[in-house]
């Protein structure tokens, strides 16, 4: 399954797509200093590999072959444009051009990423061509965002200093049926399919996590994000080849040298083939005893996982707060010689399949009914943020048999949180 981006195809010039009639790029809108622009793109009706021998046809946009074009007015000068990607598949691969009136290009690819940004500083004024070209796309669609800045976005100078801000904006892809291998923290997820056939799945966990006790496994996708003014930057030191030990928060701050705290510890993932960082999120299960009031009871065991996040999806799509990708820990480094880092650039946060070993919690011998699946980042807070209470995402479900049907998701702890944020889901 896949995120879902509902594609209005207008304002597109296309070849051999399901784009809508091909002509002339119409301008999508027009950029004042401090405006923005949110459109959906097109749609792409097929695999498209370059590789593969398909159609070539050159222009000043798409060098490469067929692509999609939309027309951006940028009315006047000002610091800087930035153009976005948003896709359903991470696996869906697109190179954008960024054109200026005078033809001096932009371009970036979302490389294994929901999202991928470039940016133009000191834009003339004049008629900027965006250029989508699919490249190993199959069947996606994908939207777009752009805004003329007339100051390159930065963390307010008047706080004390620049805090993360952990949360987990989505849960989805709820499943009983465990994936081909047990190793996809090192593959990309369209090569590790559900084991299944002809509706029948004989394993719902790994071998690694029956190994570990696990019984009947009911897995899921989750985000985990930074939203904070400060990026998600944890140190330690490998010099010495240890595979476990103390980690650091380097905290940074306005005209100031980083500040380091302790942060728990690491842990080097021999599946994966790279460091964790321990315990930065839980797992939880549970039961609604009543669904009127919303009175949850515990159901199943989770776990305390680490990960090794990397920068691969926006934290708010709406917001233009992000760092350029791979920023994070670009400043101080608050631990003189460390070699070992692990975090995510401001406002940023990555996506973890339910594909991974460890995406999951213990369903057991529960019966058939409506539970919620609860993740919650930096748990034993080991953390410093600018929210310490806003951590948790959930998803509400509906369980009969090995069906499981997706009725609710968002950011809180329960459909019955008064503070929840809920997201559409696929």
């Known amino acids: 399954m896949r995120r879902t981006i ?12 399901d784009a809508g009639t091909a002509g002339p790029a119409a301008v ?3 950029l004042t ?6 459109w959906n793109g097109g749609r792409v009706g097929g695999t498209v590999d370059r590789a593969a021998g398909a159609p070539e ?12 074009v939309y027309a951006v007015e940028v009315a006047k000068r000002a610091a800087r444009l930035r153009i976005a990607i948003d896709v359903p598949n991470r696996n869906d691969h697109f190179r954008i051009r960024i054109v200026s009136p005078s033809g001096e290009t932009t371009e970036f690819m979302n490389f294994n990423k929901f999202n991928a940004e470039g940016f ?37 100078a008047s706080l004390k200093k620049w805090l993360p801000n ?17 190793i996809a923290g090192v593959m990309f997820d369209d090569v590790n399919p559900p084991l299944e056939a002809a509706g029948v799945h004989p394993f719902s966990c790994t071998a690694d996590e029956m190994q570990g006790g696990a019984h009947r496994c009911l897995r899921f996708s989750f985000q985990m994000a930074t939203s904070g003014p400060g990026a998600f930057d944890v140190r330690f030191d490998r010099s010495t080849e240890v595979v476990h030990g103390e980690m650091v928060q380097c905290i940074a701050k306005p005209g100031g040298t980083a500040i380091a705290r302790p942060a728990g510890t690491y842990t080097f993932h021999e599946v994966h083939g790279h460091y964790h960082y321990d315990d930065v999120v839980l797992h939880e299960l549970f039961r609604v005893k009543n669904r009127a009031k919303g009175k949850l009871v515990r159901a199943g065991t989770g776990e305390k996982t680490g990960y090794g996040p990397a920068d691969q999806s926006f934290a708010d799509w709406t ?12 400043g101080d480094n608050c631990l003189p010689g460390s070699t070992g880092r ?9 996506a973890y399949r339910w594909q991974r070993p460890g995406n999951f919690v213990e369903f057991g011998d529960n019966p058939d009914g409506w539970y919620v699946i609860r993740t919650t980042a930096d748990p034993l807070d080991h953390l410093k943020e600018t929210n310490e209470h806003d951590n948790a995402g959930y998803a509400y479900v509906r369980i009969i048999g090995d069906s499981v049907r997706l009725l609710e998701q968002g950011m809180g702890t329960s459909p019955w949180d008064p503070d929840k944020v809920v997201n559409p889901h696929d």
């Open 57 to 68: 046809t050159a222009s000043a946009e798409c060098p490469d072959g067929p692509c999609f």
């Open 319 to 330: 917001a233009f707060n992000q760092a350029a990708s791979g920023t994070s820990g670009s």
């Open 166 to 182: 952990l949360r987990v904006p989505r849960i989805w892809e709820p499943t009983f049926v465990a994936p081909v291998t047990g």
């Open 28 to 30: 999508v809108g027009v």
């Open 33 to 38: 200093p401090g405006a923005s622009l949110f």
């Open 120 to 156: 133009v500083a000191d834009p003339a004024p004049g008629t900027w061509s965006v250029a989508v070209s699919p490249l190993t796309a199959e069947y996606s669609s994908f939207r777009l965002r752009a805004k003329l800045e007339k100051t390159e976005w930065a963390p307010p």
């Open 6 to 17: 509902v594609a209005l195809t207008v304002l597109i010039t296309a070849i051999g797509f």
């Open 342 to 350: 692990i975090g995510l650039s401001r406002g940023w946060g990555d």
